[in-house]
């Protein structure tokens, strides 16, 4: 992200502009004298859009020519970088609620000439997304400031057949189970507040979406997925029909999880939950209904894999250090462990990760790292195996 200062004036006189550009394009922000805009745009998340723009550039057949809604669109920095940087996106369709936000979008698709591909109109997000019925999106890209949840059945009804709605969350203390209550009552879900949390989020919003298409006749497959910085991010791809709601369904279950041996697992349903831990013998905690189904598609990461060196980005290296470690972890089993964490319940300094997952390959168990956490690392070694390489592994120090 580069930004200069410029000499235009605005009225009233205490009001300057700042050019800024992101990827391949470019946008002018008013700014006022303490250096505030009054359009909310966060640098921050341009990880956030580098992940929009090479997903929709790599899922979708080349052949397909993508009608994409934001209806969240604030500077309209999104919208833009859809149509420079995705040469299968041929519309966006714009909105923000405020007239001044809609004023600067405007600027901001003018300025790269994108007016007869871009409309920017000013709406509600949901009133956007019901007003397409039948003219329906190829992908609809939610990015509120807090939880996309109210905007689900909305952006379901507007995604085509095989489309895919792409859904920002920075409420993390609800979702991590921080704020069990709130997660309560935005996901109807219960949660459990864990070491995995980020993984958590990703399942609990996942789940939400799942529920939302069911009750429309709709599925989902979470396509890709991600969690950076401050926020949660999925890509489900929506699937029409009674068989399909039923098959995503099936993808929802329950975690049970210990909180003194760190042991987790996924319960299909109530009937299998056994309220005392497997391995320890203390009572366990229980949450969901949550997202049991992948969190990738092994050809959706291979093509994004692909195409990165051709991102223009400032932050080309996160990106593709996160793809290639989901490109590691996406057929592993699911909720991660923290090297960390673990040894802290063993009263153990932690061990590099490196040779955690060197002990666990020569004991013969599958592992991984994860894009989740620095200390993380996914394994189908139990709990009581992972405490005796640690405690080895201490001792050999």
Avoid at 32 to 42: A, Q
Avoid at 322 to 346: N, V
């Amino acid at each position: 992200m580069h930004e200069k200062m410029t000499n235009r004036k605005v009225e009233p006189s205490h009001i300057t502009t700042r050019e800024y550009a992101e990827g391949k394009t470019r946008f002018i922000l008013p700014i006022d004298v303490g250096g505030r805009s009054g359009v909310f745009y966060n640098p921050k998340m341009s990880l956030n859009r580098d992940f929009a723009i090479l997903f929709a550039s790599s899922h979708f057949p080349s052949s397909r020519h993508l009608r994409v809604c934001d209806p969240m669109t604030a500077t309209g920095v999104r919208a833009a970088r859809y149509v420079l940087e995705c040469p299968n996106v041929t519309s966006v369709a714009a909105a923000d609620n405020q007239s001044e936000t809609v004023a600067v979008a405007s600027s901001t698709i003018r300025l790269n000439g994108l007016a007869d591909k871009i409309t920017v109109v000013e709406s509600d997000a949901n009133m956007i997304l019901l007003n397409h019925p039948k003219e329906r999106f190829d992908l609809v890209d939610l990015d509120p400031f807090g939880s996309p949840a109210p905007f689900f059945e909305s952006a379901l009804r507007a995604t085509s057949d095989e489309g895919v709605v792409a859904a920002t969350a920075t409420d993390m203390a609800p979702l991590t189970g921080a704020r069990a209550r709130a997660c309560s009552r935005k996901y109807g879900i219960t949660p459990v507040r864990t070491e995995f949390e980020k993984e958590v989020a990703i399942r609990i919003l996942s789940a939400n979406l799942a529920m939302s298409a069911g009750r429309l006749e709709l599925g989902i497959e979470v396509v890709f997925s991600h969690a950076s910085d401050h926020y949660a991010r999925i890509y489900a791809a929506v699937r029409k029909g009674r068989a399909l709601a039923n098959v995503s369904a099936r993808s929802l279950g329950f975690l049970e999880y210990c909180p003194e041996c760190l042991m987790r697992s996924a319960r299909s349903g109530l009937d299998t939950i056994r309220n005392e831990c497997e391995n320890c013998g203390a009572k366990t905690k229980v949450g969901g209904p949550i997202w049991l189904g992948h969190l990738w598609s092994p050809r959706t990461v291979q093509t994004m894999v692909e195409r990165t060196p051709f991102l223009g980005s400032s932050r080309l290296s996160e990106v593709q250090n996160i793809l290639t470690l989901i490109d590691g972890e996406q057929k592993e089993s699911p909720f991660y462990y923290r090297t960390d964490a673990f040894s802290s319940k063993l009263s153990l300094k932690p061990p590099a990760v490196k040779r955690v997952l060197a002990a666990l390959r020569e004991a013969g168990f599958q592992v991984s790292r994860t894009h989740f956490h620095a200390n993380g690392f996914r394994t189908n070694a139990p709990c009581s195996e992972i405490a005796s390489i640690l405690k080895s592994l201490v001792k050999e120090a």
